[in-house]
């Protein structure tokens, strides 16, 4: 394979958008398993990147078309050599940026930076007036990555802890979050918190300058003999779909049993306590041991679902203000988080901005 050069990468790279042609797929399949040195031929067992919807060619084709996918190939050897991505939610006028990758022989020559300030910088220009929210999920197993989001703008709100499991280990990510301009001032204001909910809420509030929230105290709930339904389906990449409903309320989540992780919890809006908690014990005992961890973003506003989760162990790890839009106006939510095991606080790489979240939920 050739050496990267020493020049600057615009003087020997190309970046675009993905169209689908040229063997752009394939090209960034591979780009993939080499960044993560996948060589297993069974990608649903393997454990060095635990999401095998990467390495499919139809999966990034569909990706790349719905989304935005820049790519970087070396203008010489035309090989996909980095990219970056960017996942469009318009309903909540969101956008994730899934993250830089860069091929291992050329890392260390200014690529990430060069992807980041190129595609980025096109993106929220592109959709300035359909995206107010770019967030992130930085890894803690080096600051580096937290350092490249804090110089773009953006500021830590949460902490996943061990949530992820890459080159068979386990890490923690932090989300880092970036408003577009009067963003914030269209939120609702007064989000009425739990006392566990004050400490990150305070943090983030410091830092984004907030005004104050309304603390409540809530009684616990109780959760009830209802007879619950429950389903549980798998896809192609072997993700579990998970279903329980009782009296016409539901609560569903997505677990990747490679990281043992669930997530993109969802429950009916108008649900009341006691039926939250009868949902959330059930679905987490049938799960059993399945389950490393679990998150679910609970409204600012409806303290009573907060209570629930926290009496059922899970922690107010991140506070993220205008995340949803709800009525035409955006809504605070708190992120709860449950773990098997806590990562210990030296056991992680952070900026000085990264440590002060950290250091609320970790010795």
Same mark, same amino acid.
């Given at each position: 394979?050739?050496?990267?050069?020493?020049?600057?990468?615009?003087?020997?790279?190309?970046?675009?958008?993905?169209?689908?042609?040229?063997?752009?797929?394939?090209?960034?399949?591979?780009?993939?398993?080499?960044?993560?040195?996948?060589?297993?031929?069974?990608?649903?067992?393997?454990?060095?990147?635990?999401?095998?919807?990467?390495?499919?060619?139809?999966?990034?084709?569909?990706?790349?078309?719905?989304?935005?996918?820049?790519?970087?190939?070396?203008?010489?050897?035309?090989?996909?050599?980095?990219?970056?991505?960017?996942?469009?939610?318009?309903?909540?006028?969101?956008?994730?940026?899934?993250?830089?990758?860069?091929?291992?022989?050329?890392?260390?020559?200014?690529?990430?930076?060069?992807?980041?300030?190129?595609?980025?910088?096109?993106?929220?220009?592109?959709?300035?007036?359909?995206?107010?929210?770019?967030?992130?999920?930085?890894?803690?197993?080096?600051?580096?990555?937290?350092?490249?989001?804090?110089?773009?703008?953006?500021?830590?709100?949460?902490?996943?802890?061990?949530?992820?499991?890459?080159?068979?280990?386990?890490?923690?990510?932090?989300?880092?979050?970036?408003?577009?301009?009067?963003?914030?001032?269209?939120?609702?204001?007064?989000?009425?918190?739990?006392?566990?909910?004050?400490?990150?809420?305070?943090?983030?509030?410091?830092?984004?300058?907030?005004?104050?929230?309304?603390?409540?105290?809530?009684?616990?709930?109780?959760?009830?003999?209802?007879?619950?339904?429950?389903?549980?389906?798998?896809?192609?990449?072997?993700?579990?779909?998970?279903?329980?409903?009782?009296?016409?309320?539901?609560?569903?989540?997505?677990?990747?049993?490679?990281?043992?992780?669930?997530?993109?919890?969802?429950? &009916?809006?108008?649900? $009341?306590?006691?039926? %939250?908690?009868? #949902?959330?014990?059930?679905?987490? @005992? /049938?799960?059993?041991?399945? =389950?490393?961890?679990?998150?679910?973003?609970?409204?600012?506003?409806?303290?009573?679902?907060?209570?629930?989760?926290?009496?059922?162990?899970?922690?107010?790890?991140?506070?993220?203000?205008?995340?949803?839009?709800?009525?035409?106006?955006?809504?605070?939510?708190?992120?709860? &988080?449950?773990?098997? $095991?806590?990562?210990? %606080?030296?056991? #992680?790489?952070?900026?000085?901005? @990264? /440590?002060?979240?950290?250091? =609320?939920?970790?010795?």
């Amino acid at each position: 394979m050739r050496t990267a050069p020493e020049i600057k990468p615009e003087e020997w790279t190309t970046i675009k958008q993905y169209t689908g042609l040229e063997g752009e797929a394939k090209g960034l399949a591979d780009l993939y398993r080499r960044v993560y040195n996948v060589q297993d031929e069974n990608l649903l067992t393997q454990t060095y990147y635990p999401y095998p919807e990467v390495f499919d060619p139809e999966w990034i084709d569909r990706t790349g078309k719905k989304h935005v996918l820049q790519l970087v190939r070396d203008t010489f050897t035309k090989q996909v050599i980095g990219a970056g991505t960017v996942l469009l939610d318009f309903h909540n006028q969101r956008g994730y940026v899934r993250g830089v990758m860069i091929d291992p022989t050329y890392q260390g020559k200014g690529l990430a930076n060069y992807i980041l300030v190129n595609a980025y910088r096109d993106v929220i220009a592109q959709y300035r007036d359909e995206l107010k929210i770019f967030w992130t999920e930085n890894r803690t197993a080096h600051a580096k990555s937290q350092k490249i989001s804090e110089l773009s703008g953006m500021n830590p709100v949460a902490l996943l802890p061990n949530k992820d499991f890459f080159h068979q280990k386990r890490e923690s990510d932090l989300l880092y979050i970036l408003y577009s301009m009067n963003t914030l001032k269209t939120r609702r204001p007064e989000p009425t918190l739990i006392p566990e909910v004050m400490p990150i809420f305070e943090r983030v509030c410091k830092r984004l300058r907030l005004d104050d929230a309304v603390p409540t105290v809530v009684p616990r709930t109780r959760s009830n003999g209802y007879e619950v339904k429950g389903s549980i389906t798998d896809d192609k990449y072997n993700y579990h779909y998970c279903s329980f409903r009782a009296c016409g309320k539901e609560l569903k989540f997505e677990v990747n049993p490679r990281t043992q992780v669930a997530e993109k919890t969802w429950f &009916s809006p108008d649900i $009341d306590a006691t039926t %939250l908690r009868t #949902l959330l014990k059930v679905a987490r @005992a /049938a799960m059993h041991p399945t =389950l490393y961890y679990m998150e679910c973003y609970v409204s600012a506003f409806k303290p009573d679902q907060q209570q629930v989760f926290v009496d059922e162990g899970f922690k107010p790890t991140g506070y993220i203000p205008g995340w949803d839009v709800v009525d035409g106006r955006r809504e605070d939510v708190v992120l709860m &988080s449950w773990v098997q $095991d806590w990562p210990a %606080l030296d056991s #992680l790489a952070l900026t000085r901005k @990264a /440590a002060k979240i950290a250091r =609320l939920f970790l010795s």
